[in-house]
């Protein structure tokens, strides 16, 4: 947090200082909106904090995340997000400029929200044993936003990339399309992974799935949240070349992930081993359930599941 602190304008990083210390440290999301109240987020719960950003405050962190030259956003301003020091993203709101009726850039930006990235080393423990068996399985993990997927995610690279009781260290290539993963900056990853990761940064998840395929032979493929029918394509690729995937998606369960046509073709070839179902309960990172490849439940107690 002290990261984070340190990044904001002083105005802001003194009204957070005077909330508890635990408080403090469990915080979520920090939501800056010019002329609005600083907003942040614990466990789903969201605090008004008593003071309103400034248009100031708003230049200090385009600055600070720029390194005081503009210029050196302008990937991240057409992408909407940019990731700091400490694995941290940064989404942008603004005004939206088209060219060709795609996003060139987003100017005038008035809302930020800050997504602190938590590395929880271990929590992958509780779920390793149910997805390796003679070799790391085939892995979707469920859950809606914020219950803890990409943290999740995370420590199975860890966990797969280092040597642990199941097996030595595998090549893990993660493709970080939204710099979450990893949380690389200039491409070194600033969260504790094992010795064997590659990391393809800010890289669309199908084409660099194909690009890790083809240069980095990796053992083990890591993504984050399966989005487009190209992503489906480069997942049969991965398959096909004899890669294990493990990957996340949005869906409270694996009966509602079945539903969705980008999911189904993938769903009926039965190229999924296990489907692990989050929910916040317990905080992000609960783990409601584990399925095998045709849904039938081997952990976890029954539940309906549902928005």
């Known amino acids: 947090m002290e990261t984070i602190l340190a990044f904001l304008p002083s105005s802001i990083s003194q009204q957070l200082r005077q909330l508890p210390t635990r408080q403090l440290a469990e915080i979520e ?14 466990h789903g719960n969201y605090v008004l904090l008593p003071y309103q950003a400034t248009e100031e405050d708003a230049i200090h962190l385009l600055d600070k995340m720029g390194h005081f030259s503009i210029y050196t956003l302008e990937e ?12 941290h993203r940064v989404g942008l ?7 060709g009726g795609q996003v060139k850039v987003i100017r005038d930006v008035a809302s930020f929200n800050i ?3 938590k590395e929880k080393i271990g929590i992958a423990e509780t779920v390793a044993h149910h997805i390796y068996q003679n070799g790391w399985m085939h892995t979707v993990i469920i859950g809606p936003p914020q219950t803890g997927k990409t943290t999740l995610l995370r420590d199975l690279a860890r966990m797969v990339s280092s040597e642990n009781k199941y097996t ?12 979450e993963i990893a949380g690389s900056i200039h491409g070194i990853p600033q969260m504790r992974f094992g010795p064997r990761v590659d990391v393809l940064d800010a890289c669309p998840k199908a084409e660099g799935m194909m690009m890790m395929i083809r240069s980095m032979s990796p053992d083990v493929l890591v993504v984050d949240e399966l989005g487009s029918k190209a992503d489906v394509e480069a997942v049969l690729e991965a398959v096909n070349a004899g890669i294990k995937l493990i ?4 869906g409270f369960s694996y009966e509602d992930i079945k539903k969705r046509p980008l999911m189904a073709p993938l769903l009926q070839l039965n190229i999924f081993e296990r489907f692990v179902e989050l929910n916040r309960r ?26």
Request: hydrophobic share 35%; aromatic share 2%.
């Open 29 to 42: 999301e920090i939501r800056i909106r010019t002329h609005r109240p600083i907003e942040v987020v614990t």
């Open 115 to 117: 997504r602190i990235a």
């Open 168 to 179: 030595t260290a595998k090549k893990v290539g993660i493709v970080d399309e939204r710099s």
């Open 247 to 250: 990957t996340t998606t949005h």
């Open 93 to 99: 709101a603004g005004k939206v400029i088209l060219e």
């Open 76 to 87: 991240e301003l057409r992408r909407g997000y940019i990731t700091i020091e400490g694995g």
């Open 282 to 307: 317990a905080g992000p990172g609960n783990i409601q359930a584990v399925k095998d490849g045709k849904g039938i439940r081997i952990h976890g107690r029954q539940e309906v599941f549902g928005p």
